[in-house]
């Protein structure tokens, strides 16, 4: 999939791309911005669309925020080069963790919106992963120049999870909120972006991304099809009485090197536990494997397997122990 920031197109989102659009041509442009949604759905391609466009001086185009892909600032801005723009993003951190923004890295933020533009115009800074601040030192390494912030500069932060951040940090940012793409937008995407995967398949794919393109292609990638049927085959168990101990449904997840393959087994099961939840809320027939725990657990579970997953990406902890560990507490009667 293309680099967010190199990324042309902008599929499922023009009223989102309109609304920043038309506030920068107000003259009232909000100096912080929170695009929220879920993961892959696009709010980072959103994100340096805008930034190329405020660069590039607001120019009129044929879409919303469009700045043409051979126009000297989209290749810088896509290179990292720009002069007046700052990328503030996860990077691995020190003891083997995983995945961070570090404070070192905000300070610098605040640093380069201090200096003058150098082209002139805006000065923006691009803050990728938000919800991965791993300490309240970064956010309020931040929130000074959120509430002072220095004349045309923009901090768009790309957040997957806002309830992390800081109350005065999402208090001070206005939030615009994208919208999963609509099944006919996913259909048309992914036959473009999967072209030599079948039309069944990329339907299933798109069902369990849940309008997010992102999302499908990471499923693509790590077999996610596969780990679905490993999903259904744990759950299933549940249902005839015998407890999932899979070592080798851990051993499988473990030994993928990319570590993808994890998450996105950790996603599904709770996916398919919200899922069942849903239905059952809703009074319709749910799984059979539902009956193992009172709804009170699974809802439990759900959040419990969620921090289990975040836990073990962060801390780079054992991913066949972590997975053991889930299943033990599905198998509790």
């Not at 892959?40 to 994100?47: E, M, P, Q, S, Y």
């Not at 923006?124 to 500069?153: C, G, I, S, Y």
């Not at 001070?172 to 995407?189: K, S, T, V």
């Amino acid at each position: 999939m293309t680099d967010p920031r190199a990324n042309p197109d902008l599929v499922g989102h023009d009223e989102a791309a309109r609304s920043l659009e038309a506030a920068a041509r107000s003259g009232r442009l909000h100096h912080a911005w929170l695009l929220c949604g879920p993961p892959g759905i696009g709010k980072a391609t959103l994100a340096w669309r805008f930034a190329r466009w405020l660069l590039a001086g607001m120019p009129d185009g044929p879409l919303p925020l469009f700045v043409d892909p051979a126009s000297s600032v989209f290749r810088r801005v896509a290179a990292d080069t720009h002069a007046d723009c700052f990328t503030l993003e996860p990077n691995t951190g020190d003891r083997g963790t995983k995945r961070v923004l570090r404070v070192e890295d905000a300070r610098e933020a605040v640093r380069f919106l201090t200096q003058t533009a150098a082209e002139g115009g805006w000065r923006v800074v691009v803050m990728d992963e938000a919800e991965r601040v791993d300490q309240a030192a970064v956010q309020n390494t931040l929130l000074k120049t959120l509430e002072e912030p220095p004349p045309r500069t923009v901090l768009l932060l790309v957040c997957s999870a806002p309830q992390r951040l800081l109350p005065t940090i999402r208090s001070r940012c206005r939030r615009l909120d994208l919208n999963p793409l609509a099944p006919g937008e996913m259909e048309a995407l992914l036959a473009r972006l999967l072209p030599e995967t079948g039309k069944a398949e990329r339907a299933r794919l798109a069902l369990l991304a849940q309008g997010s393109p992102g999302r499908a292609l990471a499923l693509a990638e790590a077999g996610g099809l596969e780990l679905q049927a490993m999903v259904d085959k744990t759950l299933g168990a549940l249902a005839k009485g015998d407890p999932p101990r899979d070592h080798g449904l851990a051993d499988r997840l473990a030994m993928d090197r990319t570590g993808g393959a994890f998450g996105i087994f950790m996603g599904l099961l709770r996916g398919a536990i919200a899922g069942a939840l849903r239905e059952a809320a809703r009074g319709q027939v749910a799984p059979a494997w539902l009956a193992r725990h009172p709804l009170a657990v699974w809802a439990s579970l759900w959040d419990r397997l969620g921090t289990l997953a975040d836990d073990t990406e962060r801390l780079n902890l054992d991913r066949k122990q972590a997975v053991l560990t889930g299943l033990s507490w599905l198998a509790r009667p």
